[in-house]
């Protein structure tokens, strides 16, 4: 199956701080999902990005579709402690009929106070 | 979110025993997912359904089933669990399958294996 590298794989940072984290793969996607997953829940979808080049934003959190369309980014700007949690991308594209999306394998953000 | 319930959200079991988890969604969506959560493994696809008694393979199929009688409800079955079962299962909903559907998720059932 495709894989995606998401990277890093783990982030200790301080309250305030900016944030980036992203995802490679050897694929092309249609489409390039960023999700965030607390403790003891399922993931929250946080960004959807649809084209080759978008840049779309959602309050702290930006995200971009590459132009490749192999990669994805997210930031985070002025980390707060409730950004604690894992974040995971996901690519989707079309493959023997059905769009089923490919996940990373997270990233797991510590905010310290 | 989707209004998607897991059940159980807890269980422990034993090898060779059958085990069956459940997911409720009330928002007619019609495709549904099942996928396990593992540590460095991220979120693996095990099985989805594409209508009411339509379903097909994911990547890591082998070792369970899955039923879809009604829109609502996605049974998934582990016929004889094993330990390499033991994980966090979820259960996603969307309500089309396309490049612009992302899909919603469950809280998960955490299920234990000995």
């Known amino acids: 199956g495709q894989q995606l590298n998401q990277s890093p794989q783990s982030m200790f940072i301080q309250e305030g701080e900016d944030v980036s984290m992203n995802c490679t793969s050897s694929?092309?996607?249609?489409?390039w999902l960023w999700y965030k997953q607390d403790p003891g829940e399922g993931p929250v979808l946080l960004i959807a990005l649809y084209k080759a080049g978008e840049l779309t934003s959602n309050g702290r959190l930006t995200a971009q579709f590459g132009i490749t369309r192999k990669d994805s980014f997210l930031n985070i700007s002025a980390s707060i402690p409730s950004d604690v949690g894992i974040y995971f991308c996901?690519?989707?594209?079309?493959?023997?009929?059905?769009?089923?999306?490919?996940f990373g394998r997270g990233t797991s953000l510590i905010v310290h106070p | 979110d989707a209004g998607i319930t897991q059940s159980p959200r807890h269980k422990v079991t034993e090898t060779g025993t059958p085990v069956t988890l459940r997911c409720h969604q009330t928002?007619?969506?019609?495709?549904m997912y099942w996928y396990r959560q593992d540590p460095g493994h991220g979120l693996r696809l095990i099985h989805y359904s594409y209508g009411v008694k339509d379903t097909d393979k994911g990547e890591v199929s082998d070792g369970y089933s899955v039923s879809r009688s009604k829109t609502e409800d996605f049974l998934l079955t582990l016929e004889s669990a094993t330990s390499s079962q033991t994980s966090v299962y979820f259960c996603a909903t969307a309500p089309q399958q396309g490049a612009t559907q992302p899909q919603h998720f469950g809280d998960g059932t955490r299920l234990s294996i000995l």
């Open positions: 928002e007619n969506h019609r495709y």
């Open positions: 694929s092309i996607f249609n489409t």
């Open positions: 996901a690519g989707q594209a079309l493959s023997g009929g059905s769009y089923i999306p490919t």
